[in-house]
């Protein structure tokens, strides 16, 4: 199983960039990975994916602006975000597509307009 680590969040400015990095305790070399985000009083969402074979998916509220990647030999996943806006502010995690196994504690993105 994978257990994900999520770092790299913080409180920025809208127009701003940041990039998580999500940490996994084991291989991913074969795993269908994607980015979650919740925000309060909202249920998760999938934001954006990537297979092993490094295909991207996009949600449309970030398509253009955010990018995934990974780095299989790491065990990590990135997601670049640029031209942030005020409502990308969530908590946001790393799992397994479709979602399973173990969340991690998620890592705090708050964008002030």
């Known amino acids: 199983q994978v257990q994900p680590v999520e770092s790299g969040g913080g409180l920025v400015q809208a127009g701003e960039s940041l990039r998580l990095s999500c940490a996994a305790s084991g291989s991913i070399f074969s795993i269908f990975m994607g980015w979650y985000r919740q925000a309060p009083g909202k249920q998760r969402e999938l934001v954006a994916s990537?297979?092993?074979?490094?295909?991207?998916s996009y949600a449309d509220s970030v398509k253009g602006r955010f990018t995934i990647s990974r780095d299989n030999a790491r065990n990590t996943v990135y997601l670049q975000m640029n031209s942030l806006k005020s409502e990308d502010t969530s908590v946001y995690y790393c799992?397994?597509?479709?979602?399973?196994?173990?969340w991690g504690q998620g890592t705090q993105v708050t964008v002030s307009s």
């Open positions: 990537i297979t092993s074979g490094g295909r991207t």
């Open positions: 799992n397994v597509v479709p979602p399973g196994g173990n």
